[in-house]
Structure formats: structure tokens, C-alpha cells
Nanobody, 115 residues
Framework: QVQLVESGGGLVQPGGSLRLSCAAS????????MRWYRQRTGEQRELVAS???????NYVDSVKGRFMILRDNAKSKMWLQMDRLRASDTAVYYC?????????WGQGTQVTVSS
């Protein structure tokens, strides 16, 4: 079993920054692609960014140039650095990871961008 725990969400003004963290624990010896998803109220969950074990990164167009996904394989951790935040970035952000062929989810952390 694998547990994913997110942290770092909160309230920030437009144009501000936040750094989300995801810590994986349990049987993480085969931790492969990790991802950040988000879900705005009333909408479907959206893939925001992904990073492979070899640090290949992909982003949804709306966050390119503003967000950066990072990981530390030795510590089984992942981060999402979010800069120049917009009101449209307000959502619950979820950590997601593939481990030995199974996909796991965290419980989510709320990010609210508002003045």
C-alpha cells in the first residue's frame, strides 16, 4: 500500500505564489510517474502537470510558464511550485502517483486565489 499526503495549500492573492508538497510513504520502491491534478467546484478533475522518474515534465497549457513540477526520488516527494497565481487556479489540488502498476491518490489540498 502507498499513502500520498499533500500539503501547502491555502489562500493567496492574485499574482502570488504557493508551493504544494506531496509525500509518498509505504511501498514506494517502484514509484514511477507522479502527477498533480486539480478540481474546480462543479468541474471535472483536470491533469495539471506530470513528471516521470527520469524528470520528463508535461503541463497543461494554462499553467505553462507559471507552474513547475519537481520531485526527489530518494525522498519519494513531489512539489508543485505555483507562481503568478490567478483566480482561475482556485481548486482542490490532488497528488497522484503510479506505483508498481497501481495508481494512488492523495486526499487533496485546497488552493484559493482571491483578493
Amino acid at each position: 500500500q502507498v499513502q500520498l499526503v499533500e500539503s501547502g495549500g491555502g489562500l493567496v492573492q492574485p499574482g502570488g505564489s504557493l508551493r504544494l508538497s506531496c509525500a509518498a510513504s509505504g511501498s514506494v520502491f517502484d514509484l514511477n510517474t507522479m502527477r498533480w491534478y486539480r478540481q474546480r467546484t462543479g468541474e471535472q478533475r483536470e491533469l495539471v502537470a506530470s513528471i516521470t522518474r527520469g524528470d520528463n515534465r508535461n503541463y497543461v497549457d494554462s499553467v505553462k510558464g507559471r507552474f513547475m513540477i519537481l520531485r526527489d526520488n530518494a525522498k519519494s516527494k513531489m512539489w508543485l511550485q505555483m507562481d503568478r497565481l490567478r483566480a482561475s487556479d482556485t481548486a482542490v489540488y490532488y497528488c497522484n502517483a503510479d506505483v508498481a502498476g497501481t495508481t494512488y491518490w492523495g486526499q487533496g489540498t485546497q488552493v484559493t486565489v482571491s483578493s
